[in-house]
């Protein structure tokens, strides 16, 4: 795969105005800038913001409607469903309405729809079986927002319905290429993306939306500040795994939240953490967005995501420590079966010599539908082209896509739709059913009107800013920790340096596959060590290209060398064995 290597290049009177108005280092202010962050507003709110910034959840449409709603249920002890989705922010969404209701003396309960039987969102069928079981009130959480059916049908039954949503809201074009939206006849319709909806902040998660309907209805029953403040441990979980921008109010929620795991009462919570061997570790994004979290999801891919319910929300503490096992087990099966997909697609690209598509669509009923977008997604990785995996299916082929910055998936499937049953997604992501004979027609067609150039298809890194070895200190790692926590919208700083002399090389890790570089700081006797973790190929590669294979092998055997490199890396504090230094975990590199 090609690289392209761009420095992030900001105006230098932004950053001195940010630097004059909010007493910043220039260093910090050039990170905001470079996240688009470059308002004094808006920087203060970013390194300083708490709990008392967010906002108010009354500024989202229908709120106050939904609220009376719910507050009626309960004085009448109507019998009160919770709708909610199978995946993290699904099940988060879920335990932060259930744990409210509850505060609240609700007669509830709670349904979330099982992967392959039912797929994503409400279900006539179920709602039919919950009018029977003598529900009388469905609130929904991370769904509800496209169920035009279902959400008619529940009212003929007689159900009121109040959706809580974050999803982007549904549209037609007309003849004249405009947007007409389209939202379903709820009796209370709360999402911050409608058009009509003056909330400020748009890229709140699902359970983000539930979050504020729980303040607003504790408010509204002067319930303890309290009782609210603990449900934002949840949210935050949600907000890191579904991917939403760490800016604004969601930053903020990630931070307040990472406080209150880290002394969880959650007898749950507590176990997963144990469980996924991080007890006595502060739990950081990362934690959230690639242990906990999809240890949460699992169970929504290979069983039922009540278990992930139930795990949050159980007082019993054997209980939470067998459920914890069992999701730690369930996602250890669900790497296993992402691996084995995963080698299958690439093989099969390779055997087919598809490597030189421009979108990339595969057929393999082997993969297991419900993890057909994460390895869409790998595929995409690795190979830089929007990526599509179909699988089998229960009723017929369904499949996943994960795009690039520079293709609108969601746009170019709508131009294919004649060809599938059922598709929906965004610029970035997308999921379709189709029938078996038309796969092949689709992908022909995708790569008919497929107008992405050799440019767009280069892999870009971008960095924040060129960085001598000489200024890396613990003082400007603190500077850089205060950016944390690290995600989409406010990804980890990267630096360059270029013209690194190596002085000394080894090989770590049982596959020896970990490379690890002694490097000399500039104008002095000092070194540095940098470390990386997924680029030992590439360097062998790059080396053996360029000095030989003997050469190679012997810098390998006595870990002595001299030659210079350019690195993109981020630095760290490693604390090993009672030992403290600075090194820098490489991302990217080149002779």
Not at 6 to 26: A, D, F, W
Not at 229 to 252: F, H, Q, S
Not at 292 to 317: M, W
């Amino acid at each position: 795969m090609k690289e392209k290597w761009l420095l992030i290049g900001k105006s230098e009177k932004k950053i001195k105005r940010i630097v004059e108005k909010c007493n910043i280092s220039p260093f910090i202010a050039r990170l905001l800038v470079n996240r688009g962050i470059e308002e004094e507003k808006d920087v203060k709110r970013f390194l300083f913001g708490d709990i008392e910034d967010l906002y108010s959840g009354n500024m989202m449409k229908d709120m106050d409607k939904g609220i009376s709603i719910i507050e009626e249920a309960i004085k009448l002890k109507k019998k009160i469903i919770i709708y909610g989705d199978y995946d993290c922010d699904g099940v988060i969404s879920t335990v932060i309405l259930y744990k409210t209701l509850k505060e609240c003396g609700a007669n509830f309960n709670y349904y979330i729809p099982n992967r392959e039987d039912e797929g994503y969102g409400m279900n006539s069928n179920r709602i039919k079986i919950l009018k029977e079981e003598g529900y009388e009130v469905i609130i929904t959480c991370d769904n509800g927002i496209a169920a035009f059916d279902e959400i008619n049908y529940a009212k003929e039954l007689g159900f009121q319905v109040v959706i809580t949503d974050h999803h982007d809201i549904p549209f037609k074009e007309n003849e004249e290429g405009e947007k007409e939206f389209f939202i379903p006849n709820g009796d209370a319709i709360i999402n911050p993306k409608r058009k009509d909806c003056g909330y400020p902040f748009k890229k709140i998660c699902g359970a983000g939306v539930a979050l504020k309907f729980s303040k607003c209805l504790f408010d509204r029953l002067k319930t303890p500040k309290e009782k609210w403040t603990k449900l934002i441990e949840y949210c935050a979980i949600a907000t890191v795994c579904d991917v939403v921008d760490l800016i604004d109010e969601n930053r903020i929620i990630v931070k307040e939240g990472l406080k209150l795991i880290n002394s969880t009462e959650n007898l749950g919570l507590k176990a997963l953490i144990k469980a996924t061997n991080l007890a006595n570790k502060k739990i950081s994004a990362y934690h959230l967005g690639f242990v906990i979290g999809p240890c949460i999801n699992a169970t929504g891919r290979l069983e039922t995501a009540d278990l992930s319910v139930e795990l949050l929300i159980t007082q019993d503490e054997n209980k939470a420590e067998n459920l914890a096992k069992e999701l730690y087990e369930l996602n250890k099966k669900r790497q296993d079966l992402t691996t084995e997909s995963v080698e299958q697609i690439i093989e099969q690209i390779e055997r087919n010599k598809m490597e030189e598509d421009k979108v990339l669509l595969i057929y393999n009923d082997y993969v297991h539908e419900s993890i057909a977008g994460i390895v869409a997604g790998r595929i995409r990785e690795r190979y830089n082209v929007p990526s599509i995996v179909i699988t089998k299916g229960k009723d017929m082929p369904k499949g996943s896509g994960r795009s690039i910055e520079e293709y609108d998936m969601f746009y170019e499937l709508s131009k294919c739709k004649d060809l599938m049953s059922k598709f929906g997604g965004h610029p970035m992501a997308a999921g379709l059913s189709l029938e078996k004979n038309a796969i092949e027609k689709l992908r022909k067609k995708l790569l008919d009107n497929c107008t992405l150039t050799e440019e767009d298809l280069m892999y870009k890194i971008r960095i924040d800013l060129p960085l001598s070895l000489k200024n890396i200190d613990e003082n400007l790692i603190k500077f850089i920790n205060l950016l944390e926590p690290f995600g989409k919208g406010n990804p980890s700083p990267i630096f360059g340096a270029k013209g690194v002399e190596v002085k000394r090389v080894w090989l770590l890790g049982k596959e020896k596959n970990i490379v690890k570089f002694r490097c000399k700081i500039n104008d002095s006797n000092n070194y540095i060590d940098c470390i990386s973790f997924d680029r030992f190929q590439s360097f062998k590669n790059l080396y053996i290209e360029k000095f030989g294979e003997e050469r190679f092998n012997e810098i390998i055997n006595t870990s002595y060398c001299s030659f210079y490199m350019d690195f993109i890396f981020y630095p760290q504090i490693n604390e090993f064995n009672g030992n403290r230094n600075i090194q820098l975990v490489v991302k990217n590199l080149r002779l």
